[in-house]
Nanobody, 123 residues
Framework: QIQLVESGGGLVQPGGSLRLSCAAAGASFGTMAWFRQTPGKEREFVAAFRANGGGTYYADAVKGRFTFSRDNTGNYLQMDSLKPEDTAVYYC????????????????????WGQGTQVTVSS
């Protein structure tokens, strides 16, 4: 059974850091990604990793502040210099195949999703 489980969300002050984890089980994934969503809005692409030398990609809004990493058990999103506008529910997503570059930012490109973890940036 394929399962993605996020953890690591919480409340942090502006300028602070959080590290999200996505534990992945049940398959090898060609692409893993993070999205975020606020009430009334569609899921927004944050970052993605494509296996086998496919590279790591970031949304402009988080480039230079967020870092995607991975190991054999899942992936991580290190979030530094957090801003109030980063407040959202963060979701881990995955697909067994490699997603083409032009489709990385679309939620419909991914087959598997975690349950989400809340990140709140506020003083």
């Amino acid at each position: 059974q394929i399962q993605l489980v996020e953890s690591g969300g919480g409340l942090v002050q502006p300028g602070g850091s959080l590290r999200l984890s996505c534990a992945a089980a049940g398959a090898s994934f060609g692409t893993m990604a993070w999205f975020r969503q606020t009430p009334g809005k569609e899921r927004e692409f944050v970052a993605a990793f494509r296996a086998n030398g496919g590279g790591t990609y970031y949304a402009d809004a988080v480039k230079g502040r967020f870092t995607f990493s991975r190991d054999n058990t899942g992936n991580y999103l290190q979030m530094d210099s957090l801003k109030p506008e980063d407040t959202a529910v963060y979701y881990c997503a995955a697909k067994t195949n490699r997603v083409i570059l032009s489709a990385l930012r679309f939620a419909s490109s991914y087959t598997y999703w975690g349950q989400g973890t809340q990140v709140t940036v506020s003083s």
